[in-house]
């Protein structure tokens, strides 16, 4: 399951608004604001870029998208 509040926290380590992510995804705001209220997922490359641009290791990436 998705941990909304835990992907917040690090986009706003991070120094972005939510808007300035969408832009690196390559989606709109709300299409993002969808998927992170669960209304449809984030593709297996939408999670690499969000990796990317967030510098998130594997497990706190997987905690994040996938409650792992």
């Known amino acids: ?17 939510l808007e300035a992510l969408a832009v690196e995804l390559g989606i709109n705001y ?3 604001y969808r998927k992170m209220n669960g209304d449809s997922d984030f593709t297996r490359a939408e999670i690499q870029k969000a990796k990317a641009v967030l510098n998130l290791d594997v497990n706190t990436a997987d905690a994040i998208f996938f409650g792992l």
């Open 30 to 32: 709300s299409t993002l």
């Open 1 to 17: 399951m998705f941990n909304k509040e835990a992907f917040i926290e690090k986009v706003k380590e991070k120094g972005l608004t």
